[in-house]
């Protein structure tokens, strides 16, 4: 029965198990991060501060919120 051992490292859809683990913890860090910018947005709203730059102090265009509503800077010094 050597050969089913030989089988179990090279069987394709373990690998793809493999693969489908690491993009879903991508995923999931990702996610974690958007929830992050999501909390700092929240903050930001309560404190007044929501669509203006951090660095120059200009309202964040809204067209700009729109496509990104975590924006913490204008186009001319996002990051
Ligand atoms: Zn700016």
Sequence with gaps: ???S???DEHDPEGQTTAVDRSRTEALLSGAERH???LDAAEQRLKEGTY???EVCGC???RARL???PTART???HAA
Excluded: F
């Design 1 to 3: 029965m050597e050969l």
């Design 5 to 7: 051992s030989t089988d």
């Design 35 to 37: 929830l992050e910018d």
């Design 51 to 53: 669509g203006v730059c």
């Design 59 to 61: 309202e964040i265009p």
């Design 66 to 68: 729109a496509v990104r």
């Design 74 to 76: 204008c186009v001319d």
